[in-house]
């Protein structure tokens, strides 16, 4: 028989706990379905004495997680401490040089960190799992790596941030401000004191960037998702009445693609998406995410994205895959094989466009307005011109046919010069699928 397969929790959070229950109460479960028993042997986290939803004083207790992975008796280290750096990169790097396999949740630091980590489990032979880092519960990271494994992926796209669409969806069915909705959210405990990483758009671009490695075999490359990264910050309680209005949503998006000539593009940014399409029924903190396969053609996972339950379980499902003996590539291929990516010129990357501007309500704008569209090409489709402010400028709103980023930016320059234009309240891509 063999023997109990190890492992070392380091971080005794919301996801850790909740890892700590699954193993405790699902123990047989694990076992029938891996042909082993796992066995928690150490656990690490700031405090031993702190009260907790789950029992852990049969476990040995490390103050210092990097010392974990010093543990001989341990088969894999399991980090859920996060952060880019620190204390949680200290311990993997650590970790994988003992030799140890590791399993985290941790996204920062893959998206930043994962081509050198993953040269070096290679070079140990050990795996280094992280399906709980991308969209939470849902397999997304298994879906690319396994259920989609014979196709060239064209393109992978969604909601990737929970306290995003969460506060979207309230902005949306409520009328209510981005301010308002942040804080309630954040007094129910749905967004972090501290919610930069969500609604900047910095946590879906971590995500983003790792699926964008497994879709397209390239090395992952956070900094050219974060330079096409835009928030929620900007979304206006007056957009989603517009929106509405055109029976479009707004989601945070992030998307990647690959065209013919093998060049990626990729981004994280409010979009207006019909409320036709199956996306634009996920709402409140569900995430989903779209696969599009040149065999299988489109796949779309959907479900929680964070949370102790759903994190937990695609943490416990990658130690399982390990006690099977999954011995696949860490981003699907060998390091080696990983291609550093060509990106698409963002000027000519197009799609359709929705410009929401406030102006002066007098003779002549409309005429500056659409010969500044029409000069560089750009045709209105749809155009709304509304006093939504009592005694204040008015609200021009244009949607676009498809035109190029480039000659969008160009049009924005030369509203921005209009005596007329106050201001250019919001841009958003409109996506269809
Ligand atoms: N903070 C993330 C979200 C969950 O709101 O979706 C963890 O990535």
């Known amino acids: 028989m063999q023997t109990p397969f190890k492992i070392a929790i380091a971080g005794l959070g919301t996801v850790g706990q909740g890892v700590v229950e699954i193993i405790q109460k699902n123990a047989v479960l694990i076992e029938q379905r891996t042909g082993r028993k796992v066995e928690i042997c150490a656990v690490s986290?700031?405090?031993?004495?702190?009260?907790?939803?789950?029992?852990?004083?049969?476990?040995?207790?490390?103050?210092?997680?990097?010392?974990?992975a010093?543990?001989?008796?341990?088969?894999?280290?399991?980090?859920?401490?996060?952060?880019?750096?620190?204390?949680?990169?200290?311990?993997?790097?650590?970790?994988?040089?003992?030799?140890?396999?590791?399993?985290t949740a941790n996204k920062a630091m893959v998206a930043r960190h994962g081509l050198k980590l993953a040269q070096n489990a290679e070079f140990k032979n050990v795996a280094l799992k992280y399906e709980a880092a991308v969209a939470g519960g849902i397999p997304a990271i298994k879906t690319?790596?396994?259920?989609?494994?014979?196709?060239?992926?064209?393109?992978?796209?969604?909601?990737?941030?929970?306290?995003?669409?969460?506060?979207?969806?309230?902005?949306?069915?409520?009328?209510?401000?981005?301010?308002?909705?942040?804080?309630?959210?954040?007094?129910?405990?749905?967004?972090?004191a501290d919610p930069t990483f969500d609604v900047d758009g910095i946590d879906s671009a971590h995500k983003l960037c790792i699926l964008s490695a497994l879709a397209f075999g390239v090395k992952p490359d956070l900094d050219n998702v974060l330079e096409a990264t835009s928030g929620i910050r900007g979304v206006s309680a007056l957009d989603f009445k517009i929106a509405e209005e055109l029976g479009y949503k707004i989601k945070l998006l992030g998307s990647a693609h690959q065209n013919d000539a093998g060049e990626i593009a990729q981004m994280v940014a409010p979009c207006l998406v019909h409320k036709s399409a199956q996306l634009a029924s996920v709402d409140g903190s569900f995430n989903a995410v779209f696969f599009d396969g040149d065999f299988v053609d489109q796949v779309v996972n959907v479900g929680r994205g964070a949370g102790a339950g759903p994190t937990a379980s695609a943490v416990v499902a990658d130690i399982m895959d390990i006690m099977r003996g999954d011995e696949s590539a860490v981003f699907g291929v060998k390091t080696r094989d990983l291609q550093g990516a060509k990106w698409i010129d963002a000027s000519q990357n197009d799609d359709r466009f929705y410009i929401h501007l406030s102006v002066d309500d007098k003779p002549g704008v409309m005429a500056n307005i659409s010969s500044a569209l029409s000069t560089h090409g750009l045709s209105i489709d749809e155009l709304i011109q509304r006093h939504y402010h009592v005694d204040g400028p008015v609200s021009v709103v244009m949607t676009t046919h498809k035109t190029a980023r480039g000659s969008l930016d160009l049009v924005l320059e030369k509203l921005k010069s209009l005596e007329s234009v106050i201001s250019i309240d919001s841009v958003f891509r409109i996506i269809k699928f």
Do not use: P
């Not at 986290?45 to 974990?68: C, G, P």
């Not at 200290?90 to 003992?98: F, I, M, N, Y």
């Open 45 to 68: 986290s700031f405090s031993a004495s702190k009260k907790r939803a789950v029992e852990i004083s049969q476990y040995k207790w490390v103050d210092n997680a990097a010392q974990l």
């Open 144 to 192: 690319l790596m396994q259920g989609l494994a014979a196709n060239n992926i064209k393109s992978v796209f969604g909601i990737l941030n929970g306290t995003c669409n969460y506060i979207l969806s309230e902005m949306g069915l409520s009328g209510r401000g981005f301010d308002d909705v942040l804080k309630e959210a954040q007094d129910k405990g749905y967004a972090e």
């Open 70 to 103: 010093d543990l001989a008796d341990v088969d894999c280290v399991v980090e859920l401490i996060g952060g880019e750096n620190g204390i949680a990169h200290e311990l993997v790097s650590h970790a994988l040089d003992k030799g140890k396999h590791v399993v």
